[in-house]
Structure formats: C-alpha cells, structure tokens
C-alpha cells in the first residue's frame, strides 16, 4: 500500500520548540506593550505636573486681581475713606486704615484685609508726570534719591511708598545728597529752615517708622514752598528687610488744593499667614471726573 495520502507525523520535538517561540513572542510583546504603557505614564505625569503649575499661577493671579479690584471698589467715587495722612514735620507712622475684603480665587472664597490710607489735594498734572521713581537701595538697606524738581508756586508735594518693615526705621526729605544709612533719623531743627534760603539739611517732611504689622504706608506731606529749584532727596532706612523685599517704587506728586484724592492700598492677596501682596492706586478726581487705576503691582 502507498504511503503518498497519509500525513507526515510531526515530531515532538518540533512541537516544543514552536511552542518555545511562541512563549517568547508573547513575553517580547509583552515587554514592548509595558515599555508603552510606562512612558505613556511618565509622559501623563508630565502634563498633569505642567498642567497643575499652569493651574496654580492663573488661580494667584486670578485672585490677585480679585483682591486689588475689591478694594479699589470700596474706595471709589468717595474722597473721605482710609486714614488721612498726617501734615506733622517728622510724624511718627499711623495704622493705616483696614479694609474687610473678599474675592473668589477659583474655588472658594477669601475673605482679607487691605492696608489704605489717602492722600488730598493731588494734582491732576503729577499723575502723567513723575509719579513713579525708581529707588537705587544700598547694601545697607538705605537710599538717598534725588526727587524730581517741582514747578514754580507749589507749595507742598507728596512722597509715598508701602513697604515690609520689620524693624525701626525712617523717612524724610530734605535737600543734601548725602547717603548716612544712620538707624536713626537726624532730629529736625527749626534754624536750619529760616530764611528764604534754607540750609541742605532743612527737613522738609519725614516719618518715624515703628513698624506694628508686616506693611508699612510711608505718606510724606512736603513742604516745597521755598526750594527754588533746588534739589530735594528722599531718604529711607529699612535695615531690617529681608532680601528682595525692599520697595521698588517710590511715588512722588505734587500738591493742589483744587486736586484730587489718591488712596494707597496694599491688599492682601491670600488670607494666609505670611501673605502675598498687592499694591494699588486709586485716584477719584475733583468735581466727579472718573477715577483712575493708577498703579497695580506685586509688593515684594
């Protein structure tokens, strides 16, 4: 009988060595689908992290907007809210007024404090004309900063900035150049502002500083009416703040009673200890002219 229509055995061996390939197959799959799965993983993580940073930062500053524009609305259109601002040569530093402020930062609510204080009589033409000046702080945490000169018949000016203070420290305006970094202010004497030139070291306004919370409003009121166009200068000491945390801002305007005024406000951006904060101006012109967003910024 002819062996041509059976079918060829297959040998054992042969079985167990497809069957070994096959094992193989599966786990090289398997070791490709893993690796894809694993870096799908990483990849996700990735983004999520990206993501949750990107999230983070749109919620601060959504808030601090929501913060800033909250206090500017409890101000707006009055001209007789928040601390008013001391006329004393050398006043000592008065708590600035607070302000219960509430805001949503995406998910819930805060409920804060703003700082405020303000300031009468401001000229409508300073608000387009050196109103912001650039401090250079010494190592010591001290300034001596040339003020812009002020226009023939002014009589007073405002110099102003907020501030982190720690420890004492002071304010003041007065016509010498000359950088003490003393940590003490110098004491004024009258004789040294008689006649209709008065000396370099005439103290023209200043501020104690005795620091009672994180924020400090410094709001000098200036007497300019004989400077001439002589040149006047701020002087600030600030030795107790930390890194990065001394103002980068001073703001200076002249005075007119038939002005505006200009409230100083630092709001409070997270209702956190050690919070995050916001440095705003508000200026309500005279005879209901619309108010004015002036300055909105970081305080470091």
């Known amino acids: 009988m002819s062996d041509a229509g059976r079918d060829t055995p297959v040998r054992p061996s042969r079985i167990r060595a497809q069957r070994g390939q096959a094992v193989i197959g599966v786990l090289v799959a398997l070791t490709v ?8 993983t990483i990849g996700a993580l990735a983004l999520l992290r990206q993501q949750t940073g990107s999230h983070n930062a749109n919620t601060d500053d959504f ?12 101000v707006a259109g009055s001209r007789t809210r928040c601390t008013l601002t001391s006329a004393a040569t050398f006043a000592r530093t008065t708590t600035p007024t607070p ?6 930062n995406v998910t819930t609510d805060v409920a804060a404090s703003a700082y405020c204080s303000r300031l009468d009589g401001v000229a409508v033409s300073s ?3 050196n109103l912001y000046l650039t401090p250079t702080w010494s190592a010591n945490n001290c300034t001596a900063m040339p003020l812009p000169a002020v226009d023939a018949g002014v009589q007073r000016a405002w110099v102003f900035f907020d ?10 305006v007065d016509g010498s150049g000359a950088q003490s970094c003393s940590r003490t202010p110098p004491s004024p004497k009258a004789s040294d502002c008689l006649g209709t030139t008065p000396s370099a070291s005439c103290i023209r306004c200043g501020q104690a500083i005795d ?7 410094v709001t000098l009121d200036c007497d300019v009416s004989d400077v001439g166009g002589g040149q006047l200068y701020l002087h600030a000491a600030n030795p107790g703040a930390a ?6 801002r001073v703001f200076f ?3 007119d009673p038939t002005g505006g005024s200009l409230y100083v406000m630092v709001a409070d951006t997270t209702g956190r200890p050690g919070p995050a904060y916001q440095e705003v101006l508000l200026f309500v012109g005279p005879n209901g002219s619309p108010n004015q967003l002036l300055y909105r910024a970081p305080l470091p």
């Open 33 to 40: 689908l893993f690796a894809l799965a694993g870096a799908v």
């Open 63 to 74: 808030a601090a907007v929501s913060a800033a524009t909250d206090a500017a609305s409890l």
């Open 99 to 104: 302000l219960p402020i509430r805001f949503p």
């Open 127 to 129: 608000l387009s004309t």
């Open 163 to 172: 501030a982190r203070w720690s420890t004492a420290g002071y304010a003041y």
């Open 211 to 217: 620091p009672g919370g994180q924020v400090v409003q």
């Open 243 to 248: 890194a990065g945390q001394l103002p980068p």
């Open 253 to 255: 305007a002249a005075q």
